[in-house]
């Protein structure tokens, strides 16, 4: 209380011991912590919208016989790789796993890398 503590400063030692006053003064910091946070993020823009490749450009699509469109979602596995990587909306994803799961059944994808 009589030493002023900068911004994002806290003591933990002290936090269970000080009145309630104490606290409000912290949450207050906090929520200004976070505000700053918030705002900082929206400018940097460092959290960009992923947008699903079919969705945006219809003239894509998807075929099971076209192994190089398809290795494009796969890694060098061989493996699938996740919606939340790709960006790929539910439904396109759900059409592309059938597809490569397809693609390895006539073996032109593999089920594993050449590594292994
Ligand atoms: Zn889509």
């Given at each position: ?10 003591r933990?030692?002290?936090?269970d ?14 929520s ?52 939340r ?11 592309l ?20």
């Amino acid at each position: 209380m009589s030493a002023p503590s900068g911004p994002g400063g806290y003591r933990r030692d002290r936090e269970d011991r000080d009145d309630r006053r104490e606290s409000t003064v912290k949450s207050r910091l906090r929520s200004r912590a976070r505000k700053k946070a918030r705002k900082q993020n929206k400018k940097s823009g460092f959290l960009r919208r992923k947008v699903c490749r079919f969705c945006a450009d219809s003239s894509l699509q998807i075929d099971y016989k076209d192994a190089k469109a398809l290795r494009l979602f796969t890694s060098e596995i061989g493996k699938m790789i996740p919606r939340r990587i790709s960006g790929n909306c539910a439904k396109h994803q759900r059409q592309l796993a059938v597809a490569i799961k397809r693609a390895r059944h006539i073996a032109i994808m593999p089920f594993a890398g050449h590594g292994i």
